[in-house]
């Protein structure tokens, strides 16, 4: 059976990252709003430079331009066995839209508090070639602002600048946690404490999963 599997949780839970070490037990692809914006950017698209603006301010992209992504995205051949989405839905009507969109097998919310999601945030470093990321802390380049893996260079994400965390945290609390209660009455919320390591945190995930 297909494994349609949604993760949840403040900017910082560490989504990616656990989506990164657990998709390959599942065969499923990893899908990301925000790395689909991200890329749709560096490709220079109308439809990039349209969703730039309301990134930069740490906005959400409005529903329809989103949704007819997801939509077109999920349709493809590599989700047949199912997808573990990233970042979308974000508030109640993404949510709605993607229940008519597709069925929904799980939805992992991963937990932590805003002063974790802050300094997780706060000493991101991504590479403006690659796209690999990097954290001042917990994952620093061997050379300071150059990519261990391409040698390109690191960047500070916009809407990882302190006032657009709090706008993204605040955000967060206002339209995404709708999202668990709504996942939690069809019966498919699963909560995971995220103020572990990476390793630990996918661990608990993959035993939710079964
Ligand atoms: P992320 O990397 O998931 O934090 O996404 C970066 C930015 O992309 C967000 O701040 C939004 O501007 C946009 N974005 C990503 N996913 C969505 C979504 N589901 N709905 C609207 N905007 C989104």
Excluded: W
Excluded at 103 to 123: F, Q, Y
Aim: charged letters at 30%.
């Amino acid at each position: 059976m297909a494994k349609n599997v949604v993760f949840l949780g403040p900017q910082g839970s560490g989504k990616g990252t656990v989506i990164g070490k657990i998709k390959d037990n599942y065969g499923v692809p990893h899908i990301s709003t925000g790395d689909m914006f991200r890329e749709a950017l560096r490709e220079g698209t109308e439809f990039g430079k349209k969703a730039q603006e309301y990134m930069n301010r740490g906005e959400l992209v409005p529903d329809d331009v989103t949704c007819g992504m997801v939509r077109e995205r999920v349709a493809r051949d590599d989700c047949a066995a199912g997808f573990m989405l990233d970042g979308f839905p974000r508030n109640l009507s993404q949510a709605e839209a993607l229940t008519q969109i597709t069925d929904i097998h799980a939805a992992i919310l991963i937990d932590v508090p805003e002063a974790v999601s802050m300094e997780r945030l706060g000493g991101r470093r991504q590479c403006r070639d690659c796209g690999t990321i990097f954290h001042l802390k917990f994952v620093p380049p061997k050379k300071e602002g150059v990519c261990d893996r391409c040698g390109g260079e690191l960047y500070q994400r916009d809407d990882d600048k302190p006032e657009a965390i709090r706008e993204r945290l605040a955000i967060y609390r206002s339209e995404t946690m709708p999202i668990a209660d709504y996942y939690d009455r069809i019966g498919v919320l699963l909560t995971v404490d995220g103020s572990g390591t990476p390793d630990e945190v996918a661990a608990q995930v993959k035993k939710k999963l079964g």
